[in-house]
């Protein structure tokens, strides 16, 4: 059984751009949650798809944004990137929208 | 608002060591209570979690026991080896419909031959 991947491991943008992540969930996980871990930091809630719906936010602004595919896969956007964006991005997958949360090995974003 | 408290790391110990890793928590309501464990360089691995007071979790040597009366859900091994040397996070959810896990801010461990 694979577990959550995402794609790419690292990446390097420069402020006012904008970047896609990727995530794979877990076979038989229909929920997907992103959050954002700063350096040193426990891990922040970002949002939480369900079924193709956005299914619960944190305090983000908008130009975080998210999609979830008829796979389950997920996609994190982030627009007009701001230096304090640098982060590990991690995606978690679960059974359904209560149920435990397995995560992936995250994303290293780095903003110039 | 709801809120995860550990204790500031790092932590040394020697091998063998007992383990106690501190965490309380602040929330309106009963959560489930979790503990995360991050590698150098990795994501996180669920470890441990509790979802009712009371209720002892346990993984690979760890343990950690629901508190209601005390807010906490410390994390204990008996006997810490080297391969244990990773960041660990307490985290709580509050069972609300969806999973929003709220982590602590992690504490170091640092175990040496």
């Known amino acids: 059984e694979t577990g959550v991947t995402q794609s790419p491991t690292h990446l390097i943008k420069t402020r006012g751009q904008q970047v896609t992540l990727r995530c794979s969930s877990q076979s038989g996980h229909n929920t997907v949650s992103w959050y954002q871990q700063a350096l040193g930091q426990g891990p922040q809630f970002i949002f939480q798809?369900?079924?193709?719906?956005?299914?619960g936010r944190g305090n983000f602004p908008p130009r975080f944004s998210g999609l979830q595919f008829p796979n389950y896969s997920s996609e994190l956007n982030v627009n007009a990137l701001e230096l304090d964006d640098s982060a590990l991005y991690l995606c978690a997958s679960s059974l359904s929208r209560g149920e435990t949360q397995y995560f992936g090995p995250g994303t290293r974003l780095l903003v110039l | 608002g709801n809120s995860v408290t550990q204790m500031e790391g790092p932590v040394t110990l020697s091998e063998e060591a007992f383990l106690t890793i501190n965490c309380t928590y602040t929330a309106t309501g009963y959560p489930s209570l979790f503990w995360y464990v991050q590698y150098p360089g990795e994501g996180l691995q669920l470890l441990l979690k509790a979802t009712k007071a009371d209720d002892k979790g346990s993984n690979k040597g760890f343990e950690a026991t629901y508190r209601k009366e005390t807010t906490s859900f410390h994390l204990e091994k008996g006997s810490v080896q080297v391969s244990d040397s990773a960041v660990y996070f307490c985290?709580?959810?509050?069972?609300?419909?969806?999973?929003?896990?709220?982590f602590g801010t992690g504490t170091r461990l640092l175990v040496s031959p």
């Open positions: 798809y369900y079924r193709e719906e956005e299914n």
């Open positions: 985290a709580l959810n509050m069972n609300t419909g969806f999973q929003k896990l709220v």
